[in-house]
């Protein structure tokens, strides 16, 4: 690997931004040293945006979820395969090292969910955090947005579910359980790989699978219902961790498994293309291959119902890996559906009633 190669950082270069129409200021309180991360060679600078509304519905039948809600665009995590780094376009940055280093913070989501909740017209509903970035990503410690978004969820009893890949997801413990007690919360935890070399060059400011395995034993001693993420899978690099990711979850609690394959669309392609080619240039062009088979000939796959699970050798033989750890570890695999009947319309005078 090159002298020159950006310690800390997924992406190594900036992809050109197909857009190329908003100019956006830095809010000039910048990045400070997190001990549970590695210090990363290029600094994050934080944009501070006043979005008019913060819930999302994603129009897509494969997503499971209906009302988003993301406080951060960008992620610090930089994961070299993330599908969210194309959105960063739209504010006039690139899906490369910009999305991990110039991340946009909405201050005022939390005000914007609570007037949500106070609509006449809102429908309780769940809301998931992190439907495109992390909400638990590092610029939570500072920002503290989705502990405030969990108080209100818990002040109005409206159900929430959370992915992250953080594990400071631990520090709303408190949150969590009281949710957990009355059926408003589940949580999933992302868990790629075993191999901490691997780990760490493609998602270089995240925790070990050890820690994330720690936090799905620690949520589901307090009762929250926890499952687990093994994706993307990426065929020659991740895929052989699969049945030992779901064994190893179902041990610490986790009492669902999910999965994705990977897919690179847009920008992403041409980083994760410079990226395996130079950690892993011995073994990238069967990656590239691979990935290819499972998306019809391409890198790329926007088609619904199948650009999720891939299609071909590669992924139905992913498929049967996973099934067949299901099976094993996890025979009564399932969620509890959150309950939408607490809901209260106005605020609790006692967050804790």
Wanted: hydrophobic share 35%.
């Amino acid at each position: 690997m090159k002298n020159d190669y950006l310690k800390g950082r997924g992406a190594q270069v900036n992809t050109h931004n197909r857009f190329q129409k908003l100019q956006i200021e830095p809010d000039g309180e910048q990045n400070v040293p997190d001990e549970d991360f590695p210090e990363p060679t290029v600094q994050t600078r934080f944009y501070e945006d006043n979005p008019k509304q913060i819930i999302s519905r994603p129009n897509s039948s494969d997503i499971g979820f209906m009302a988003s809600v993301n406080p951060y665009l960008g992620c610090e995590h930089g994961c070299i395969y993330c599908y969210a780094r194309n959105s960063h376009e739209y504010w006039g940055f690139s899906a490369g090292l910009d999305f991990e280093t110039k991340i946009m913070v909405k201050k005022n989501a939390p005000e914007l969910l609570e007037k949500e909740f106070l609509s006449k017209n809102y429908q309780p509903e769940a809301i998931h955090l992190s439907g495109n970035t992390d909400c638990y990503q590092p610029a939570e410690r500072r920002f503290r947005l989705t502990r405030r978004m969990l108080e209100l969820c818990l002040l109005y009893r409206n159900p929430v579910s959370i992915i992250t890949k953080n594990a400071l997801i631990l520090r709303d413990k408190d949150l969590l359980q009281q949710l957990a007690a009355q059926n408003l919360v589940v949580v999933l935890i992302t868990i790629t790989t075993l191999d901490e070399e691997l780990r760490q060059k493609m998602e270089p400011r995240t925790v070990t699978a050890q820690r994330r395995l720690q936090v799905i034993k620690e949520l589901s001693g307090i009762g929250v219902p926890v499952g687990v993420m093994t994706a993307p899978i990426i065929p020659s690099l991740n895929e052989k961790d699969v049945p030992r990711l779901v064994e190893l979850a179902a041990q610490h609690g986790a009492i669902w498994a999910g999965y994705t394959i990977v897919r690179l669309n847009g920008a992403v392609g041409p980083l994760f293309e410079d990226w395996i080619r130079k950690n892993y240039p011995d073994r990238a062009g069967k990656v590239l291959d691979q990935i290819r088979d499972c998306h019809g000939g391409q890198l790329s796959d926007s088609r619904f119902g199948t650009r999720m699970a891939g299609e071909g050798r590669f992924a139905e033989q992913i498929r049967q890996f996973h099934q067949m750890a299901i099976n094993k570890y996890m025979p009564d695999s399932g969620l509890p559906r959150l309950d939408t009947t607490r809901f209260l319309r106005k605020r609790q005078l006692n967050l804790f009633d």
